[in-house]
């Protein structure tokens, strides 16, 4: 076991294992931010073990994860607008603790991997998991009206 191997490992354990605890538990906008923080835990596990393992197609998989995923929430927080309009999610901190998680995993995999295209592809997928996780927590918590409280 490497050490990518090995902090993929604590991120998808802890990640996930909170995730779960989330969308089991709890009232419903516990539950739509815990299957956000899902897909933005999996998919720098799933680079993480891109780099562990030398397979690039794991980077696909991070890379379609980061695409669909927030767009799952999306469409959560559409068909449970009424609900979630009475008491809509407070996961500011969360949210940035996300995308920071993102953020350093993609740059600390961009430093290993070098110029190039699989560089390029991190870069992408680290934009779209980032930018669709703030969309959807955005969203999440009401849109503009909502952004105090997000």
């Given at each position: 076991?490497?050490?990518?191997?090995l902090a993929a490992t604590l991120t998808l354990a802890a990640g996930l294992g909170?995730?779960?605890w989330g969308v089991a538990?709890?009232?419903l906008r516990r539950r739509v931010v815990a299957q956000n923080l899902a897909t933005a835990v999996a998919c720098p596990g799933l680079l993480l073990l891109a780099q562990g393992y030398d397979r690039p197609s794991y980077v696909d998989l991070a890379l379609v994860l980061a695409l669909l995923g927030p767009v799952g929430t999306l469409v959560?927080?559409?068909l449970l607008a009424p609900e979630l309009a009475e008491d809509p999610p407070r996961a500011r901190g969360l949210t940035w603790a996300a995308a920071g998680l993102g953020a350093v995993v993609v740059l600390t995999l961009c430093a290993a991997t070098g110029p190039g295209?699989?560089?390029a592809k991190l870069l992408v997928t680290g934009a779209l998991l980032i930018g669709g996780n703030l969309v959807a927590s955005r969203a999440l918590a009401g849109g503009d009206e909502g952004a105090g409280r997000a």
């Amino acid at each position: 076991m490497n050490g990518w191997i090995l902090a993929a490992t604590l991120t998808l354990a802890a990640g996930l294992g909170a995730a779960l605890w989330g969308v089991a538990t709890g009232p419903l906008r516990r539950r739509v931010v815990a299957q956000n923080l899902a897909t933005a835990v999996a998919c720098p596990g799933l680079l993480l073990l891109a780099q562990g393992y030398d397979r690039p197609s794991y980077v696909d998989l991070a890379l379609v994860l980061a695409l669909l995923g927030p767009v799952g929430t999306l469409v959560f927080a559409r068909l449970l607008a009424p609900e979630l309009a009475e008491d809509p999610p407070r996961a500011r901190g969360l949210t940035w603790a996300a995308a920071g998680l993102g953020a350093v995993v993609v740059l600390t995999l961009c430093a290993a991997t070098g110029p190039g295209r699989a560089m390029a592809k991190l870069l992408v997928t680290g934009a779209l998991l980032i930018g669709g996780n703030l969309v959807a927590s955005r969203a999440l918590a009401g849109g503009d009206e909502g952004a105090g409280r997000a």
